[in-house]
């Protein structure tokens, strides 16, 4: 957050340093990007420093005309996404958010005359929306035919899996049954430690019953995490209990017990120096994957999806689907459903993301893919040696 002269953007740090402990390291950086992003637009607009000055001296005026015309740039574009949406949101919020500080040190006839004028702007700005109306939403699933080509190529004892070194192949094969099966963010599968499955005897099912914890790690301190993008818990909502199956719950013991080796940290996967696996590394395995799938299931994944490579969210996204298909198979109603999937996905009580998902699930060629024991599947259980 510095300007074209290296200097920091005054409100802009005090900004990031009040709400860095609410956010994730990559959440936090991805909004000091869209604020940095309504620097730049401020400063070409109306000259050096332009926002900073509007933010201290409470000129609502010039305010106004910096957000009006930041909207524009971004709503005229030729083609917007959820991504512009969310970049206006956020640099709105940001100079709501600092005006009010600056307010609530005055007196309490300016914090009156303030809070009037963000209102309006509220009122005003809320209703605009970045993304075309019209725009249609892409299905964010993957179709049945690239989902079973993931399982064969990845598969750590399969001729095709294009990750030369058996420690690879193992390290990506369990980032993917957990994105898949668990439903996992990326953020969540990096921060586990190597004993994230956890064991116990269930007297109510008579049986022992194996279960993850979802939140930071607590042999670590997140601070000393060597990774330049470090991987963190996205809300308070994300930390979670979820079931894991047996099949599930015996290949990751099988790669830390004999593939992750010996590393001079807790989490789980481990990259080839021994070092934790970044992001950015478990990003590009999965192109490297994308790279090797047969050309009818891209041509298929570009038709129902306009994308031809895959990347480690779409693998979340295809677990919401395949999840809330179950649980209206099971009889569930539609609400309960949801509710239970905020539970499992870690989304918070309001979150309307499950919802997104009910299209999709009356899709059979998607559904098709798997029998009803979803995590007893016998492709899964082909990634144990001997096929046990």
Not at 124 to 150: C, D, G, H, W
Not at 166 to 181: D, G, K, S
Not at 231 to 248: L, Y
Request: proline share 5%.
């Amino acid at each position: 957050m510095i300007d074209s002269k290296g200097l920091p953007r005054y409100w802009a740090t005090v900004w990031s340093a009040t709400t860095a402990g609410a956010l994730a390291d990559s959440t936090h950086l991805k909004k000091l990007r869209y604020v940095d992003n309504l620097y730049q637009h401020a400063d070409d607009l109306r000259g050096y420093g332009a926002l900073d000055d509007a933010l201290a001296s409470l000129d609502d005026a010039a305010l106004g005309q910096i957000l009006e015309s930041w909207f524009i740039s971004i709503r005229n574009k030729p083609r917007t996404t959820p991504a512009d949406e969310t970049r206006w949101q956020v640099g709105f919020h940001f100079v709501s958010s600092v005006v009010s500080w600056i307010a609530k040190s005055g007196s309490d006839q300016l914090l009156g005359q303030i809070e009037t004028r963000l209102h309006q702007l509220s009122v005003l700005y809320s209703q605009f929306r970045a993304r075309k109306r019209n725009a249609p939403e892409s299905i964010r699933s993957l179709p049945a035919s690239t989902v079973e080509a993931l399982y064969q190529l990845l598969d750590p004892e399969s001729h095709n899996n294009p990750f030369p070194r058996l420690q690879t192949r193992w390290r990506i094969y369990v980032a993917f049954i957990l994105m898949l099966h668990q439903g996992l963010r990326r953020g969540e599968v990096l921060l586990l430690p190597a004993d994230a499955i956890k064991s116990g005897h269930d007297a109510r099912l008579g049986r022992v019953r194996s279960w993850i914890n979802i939140r930071e790690n607590g042999y670590e301190d997140s601070e000393q995490d060597p990774r330049h993008s470090k991987p963190g818990i996205k809300t308070q909502a994300s930390i979670r209990q979820i079931p894991v199956s047996e099949a599930t719950a015996r290949i990751v013991q099988m790669y830390a017990e004999n593939y992750r080796g010996r590393a001079g940290h807790s989490f789980l996967l481990s990259s080839k120096s021994r070092a934790p696996l970044s992001t950015e590394a478990l990003t590009k395995a999965f192109l490297v994957v994308s790279s090797r799938l047969p050309s009818a299931v891209v041509a298929e994944l570009k038709a129902r999806t306009g994308k031809t490579t895959i990347t480690p969210h779409d693998l979340r996204h295809t677990c919401s689907v395949v999840r809330l298909h179950q649980l209206l198979l099971q009889g569930n109603p539609m609400d309960e459903a949801l509710q239970k999937m905020r539970t499992f996905f870690g989304w918070s009580r309001q979150s309307t993301m499950p919802a997104r998902y009910a299209r999709a699930v009356f899709e059979d060629c998607l559904a098709g893919v798997w029998n009803d024991a979803f995590d007893d599947r016998v492709e899964l259980l082909r990634g144990l040696p001997g096929g046990h």
